[in-house]
């Protein structure tokens, strides 16, 4: 499987990283992205998301190992899986501070986007 991180996703991990308190999130990332890469799908499968047929979303629970708190009060990661093995890492936020969910709309915008044509230069 390919891990591509969207911009959002990025923008996300630098919020974090900006606050200081979350200096090991590459590592909590990296824990998932691991899995993915073999092609073992973690999380739940988010449904009543509106995607193209053969593709999914899931919502992952991550521990933050910079607060020492479980996966309860970790971070929340929501991945895109495309047919073509391509897995696009869309968004994550931290449950503990909850102030970057992702509503469904948010969710159906970011597939869009990526679903959109590329222009060529």
């Keep these: 499987m390919i891990i591509i991180p969207t911009r959002n996703f990025n923008d996300n991990v630098e919020f974090y990283l900006r606050k200081k308190k979350y200096k090991k999130i ?3 990332i990296k ?33 933050n190992t910079s607060a020492n708190v479980g996966k309860s009060h ?4 929501i991945y895109y899986v495309v047919i073509d093995e391509k897995i696009f890492l869309l968004a994550i936020y931290s449950k503990k501070d909850d102030i970057r969910v992702v509503s469904e709309k948010q969710i159906e915008e970011h597939i869009k986007i990526l679903l959109e044509p590329q222009e060529e230069e």
């Design 74 to 77: 970790g971070f929340r990661l």
């Design 26 to 28: 590459y590592g909590d």
């Design 31 to 63: 824990t998932v992205t691991d899995e993915l890469e073999k092609g073992n799908l973690v999380g739940v499968r988010l449904e009543g998301i509106n995607v193209p047929e053969g593709t999914a979303i899931y919502k992952v629970r991550i521990a």
